[in-house]
């Protein structure tokens, strides 16, 4: 009760600064070329982050990003899933004598090698000694808030312990050889990290499809220059996993797993709550002119009309199929399968 009693404070803070910044704000030329009442998160997300992926010795698990690289429409963003576990300690005396910032860098490569595991397969967590994966080394270094030159330094000093194993890879592109991104070999367990011949000769990335589409780490840079944005744990594990996704600079990104808590939050408060889920969800689906569509769909929630998890699972599935290419018309699809829980519902 009381890490949930923290969670609600803690939010209803944020809501009552995001609508004191907003009431101060109101009057400014800025906020939303288009004159809507759209209107933004101001945090940034909190360091921590992730990579590209795979696992070894001990045993040696591998991810499957070869099958993202046909990415013929790749849309901005896939953010807000349900937030991940917080990290947890190294495992045995993995970490010890390290020092805080190659700690830290560590701990961010183990919480994503975690997170590319099966979940709930306690038999492969069990065995895991290595996780091996691809992800750029600028991208950890956007979410620890420090610079790339760093990260590198932190690099080998774990590197020197035999706590990670890294190399670039490089692809050929148009005849010239081009990095895709940093092979990092991670440690779950005590022992040593390699990189194996299985390891180069794994098709993590290609390269060329990724140019022509515009999906590259560069964007995150430039986003970070821009606007600030920094890519979150959940976009590193995404990454790790080859699902290579843009960052989305028109809104801050909202935790859609807030639906699931709706029906528990003071009334005071649903309000600012709803208006600030249904203006990212606008924004992510670009439907700006359905605002008011997702709010009722977020109030009917509230109301016990429809149950918060499944409304949590329809939308995360409607914005990974909108990301993707799949759907032209998100808020169509979300009608058609409403409609269904209703008639559903009545039947039974």
């Not at 809501?15 to 933004?40: C, I, K, W």
């Not at 921590?48 to 790749?74: C, D, I």
């Not at 670039?168 to 194996?196: D, H, M």
């Not at 939050?265 to 008011?292: G, M």
Request: glycine share 8%; with cysteine.
């Amino acid at each position: 009760m009381k890490n949930e009693k923290t969670f609600f404070q803690e939010l209803y803070e944020a809501l009552e600064a995001e609508e004191t910044r907003d009431n101060t704000d109101a009057a400014s030329p800025t906020r939303g070329s288009d004159g809507s009442d759209a209107f933004l998160v101001a945090t940034n997300p909190p360091p921590g982050g992730g990579a590209e992926n795979r696992v070894q010795e001990g045993f040696t698990y591998k991810g499957s990003p070869m099958g993202w690289f046909l990415q013929e429409t790749p849309k901005a963003t896939l953010v807000g899933a349900p937030p991940l576990p917080p990290a947890k300690p190294p495992v045995g005396n993995v970490c010890q004598a390290v020092q805080d910032g190659p700690q830290r860098l560590l701990e961010l490569l183990q919480e994503i090698g975690r997170s590319t595991l099966p979940f709930g397969n306690r038999e492969l967590w069990r065995k895991v000694g290595t996780v091996v994966f691809m992800v750029p080394l600028e991208m950890l270094a956007l979410n620890l808030g420090v610079t790339r030159q760093t990260v590198h330094a932190w690099k080998k000093v774990l590197e020197k312990k035999g706590l990670v194993a890294t190399d670039v890879l490089r692809e050929k592109v148009n005849g010239e050889y081009r990095a895709i991104g940093t092979l990092w070999a991670v440690r779950l367990r005590p022992g040593k990290a390699r990189l194996t011949l299985d390891d180069y000769i794994y098709p993590w990335r290609n390269l060329a499809a990724d140019i022509s589409n515009g999906v590259l780490s560069y964007n995150w840079v430039k986003a970070y220059e821009e606007k600030g944005v920094r890519p979150t744990l959940d976009v590193l594990v995404l990454w790790a996993q080859g699902k290579r996704v843009m960052p989305n600079t028109k809104t801050v990104a909202v935790d859609l797993g807030l639906i699931l808590v709706l029906p528990e939050v003071e009334r005071s408060k649903l309000p600012a709550l709803i208006t600030l889920i249904a203006t990212y969800l606008a924004d992510l689906l670009d439907d700006h002119r359905s605002r008011r569509f997702y709010a009722g769909l977020l109030w009917s929630v509230v109301r016990g009309e429809v149950p918060a998890p499944y409304l949590f699972a329809v939308l995360v599935r409607t914005i990974r199929d909108y990301t993707e290419g799949y759907l032209a018309r998100p808020g169509a699809y979300l009608v058609k399968t409403l409609k269904t829980l209703k008639e559903d519902s009545s039947v039974a």
